[in-house]
């Protein structure tokens, strides 16, 4: 059931022609299951292969053809669950959805409904400018995927590829505890980085591994709920925010103008940054749901669900508390260095006999920044965690200043050699020759013997020596000890 309690903050409330609008939000997303092979049948689940090559008789709805559970799915299923703090559900039914699409060759989708594998639980979020929210899970269900209808292929007819039809999903459905967009797109990052930490789903948005089906209703705050409309498999937290605040906006005006909001699935179109109309929305008894017959109730034991608890890794607020407190690093730092999995084990590797401030801040700045500007992902970065703490040690032995190491790290990243090897052939290496450091310094005063006169009225000038001392030194002097040599000899 669509319930809501909670009442937004008035900052986080919308204006209307005619008055302030509160904007409800629940989501269900879709986390393919990190699986080789499809929850009732043996074929692969490899992304990217040829359309219609990893299909079994089963997953094309062969007559006679009967389905068997994956047992590592409902592993994974259980893992999860553990993971959002919610019930496990020792008994679990398999359930037929019945409605016809070209891509769902069985004339039905087997999914769970009265009886899911998990049931409630809660995560806690916080949208970044906001205080943390506490977001209620409905349930976590298995179901299988449908196959993938393509329609650009040609003007006159659609193709249908089956390689994604049975291929294992979670669906976790949220209660309709968010307000904003805000709120919506760090729950999605939360349940990433928690099934990515788990190993239960790898969380590639791109791949369609994880996507979410929001649902959106306005009312006014603290009032009725309005009628919803699910916004359908949006695939990245940019979309999903403009898509609720373009679907919050139009429904506002539509019950400005006097008239009401059509319960129906609409599909956000990225390009235009707007939704359209899909299908009117269906309810559960549209779906005429009832128990598979193929398929016998699942029952697992106590035993067996404590068994998976006791495997769980460290989640991701146990281990952003952990930087905190082991590495005495900002909060904000370790909340970006644990989103996900890969991040903080890169962190990790790369902290190790460095400073836990400068290695979060290398990795946060320019690594980050590089590989986004580069669109690669961090487990395929040209400079790994040994590179990367190679050049931290150049800077920590002063061999290169902190400048020097900027312009090391971009010829790392092209693939330019090792921070060694950069610096050596580059002829790179600090001068901390004191002798060479002071006879520099004298030249630009005597350069500069004007401003020189000037410094003792006005000590910010000290900063055009440092810079010209630098200049002459092509960068390579060391920053301290020029300072040191000026003010001795500015008299400062």
Known sequence: MFTAERVADKKDWLTGNDGEWEVIIGLEIHAQVASKSKLFSGAATEYGAEPNTQVSLVDAAMPGMLPVVNEFCIEQAVRTGLGINAKINLFSRFDRKNYFYPDLPQGYQISQFEFPIVGEGEIEIEPEGSEAVMVGIERLHLEQDAGKSIHDLSPNETYVDLNRSGVCLME????????????????????????????????????????????????????????????????????????????????????????????????????????????????????????????????????????????????????????????????????????????????????????????????????????????????????????????????????????????????????????????????????????????????????????????ADNPRLIGFFVGQVMKASQGKANPQAVNEILKKKLGL
């Open 172 to 455: 976790i459905v949220s209660k309709p505890d968010m307000r904003t967009p805000e709120e919506a797109s760090a729950y999605v990052e939360k349940i990433r980085s928690i099934v990515r930490a788990l190993g239960t789903c790898n969380g590639d948005m791109e791949k369609g591994n994880l996507r979410a089906d929001v649902n959106v209703s306005v009312r006014r705050p603290g009032g009725p709920l309005g009628t919803r409309c699910e916004l359908k498999n949006i695939n990245s937290m940019r979309f999903i925010r403009q898509a609720i605040n373009y679907e919050a906006r139009r429904q506002i005006d539509i019950v400005e103008a006097g008239g009401e909001v059509d319960q129906e699935t609409r599909l956000f179109d990225n390009a235009k940054g707007e939704t359209r109309t899909m299908r009117s929305k269906e309810d559960a008894h549209d779906y005429r749901y009832f128990p598979d017959p193929d398929l016998l109730p699942t029952k697992i034991t106590q035993e067996y669900v404590d068994a998976i608890k006791a495997t769980l890794p460290e989640l991701p607020d146990a281990r952003r508390a952990r930087f905190v407190e082991e590495y005495g690093i900002p909060v904000y730092d370790a909340g970006i260095l644990t989103a996900d999995k890969a991040k903080g084990d890169f962190y990790e590797r790369l902290v190790k006999g460095h400073d836990a401030k400068i290695a979060a801040n290398w990795m946060m700045g320019d690594l980050f920044g590089a590989l986004n500007k580069k669109s690669i992902d961090l487990d395929d970065s040209p400079v790994n965690s040994d590179a990367l703490g190679g050049l931290l040690d150049l800077i920590a032995d002063k061999t290169i200043s902190g400048k020097i190491a900027k312009g090391v790290f971009e010829k790392m990243f092209a693939g330019e050699g090792s921070a060694d090897e950069i610096v050596e052939r580059d002829g790179l290496k600090q001068v901390t020759d004191m002798g060479a450091i002071e006879k520099m310094v004298q030249d630009v005063i005597d350069a500069n013997a004007d401003q020189a006169a000037k410094v």
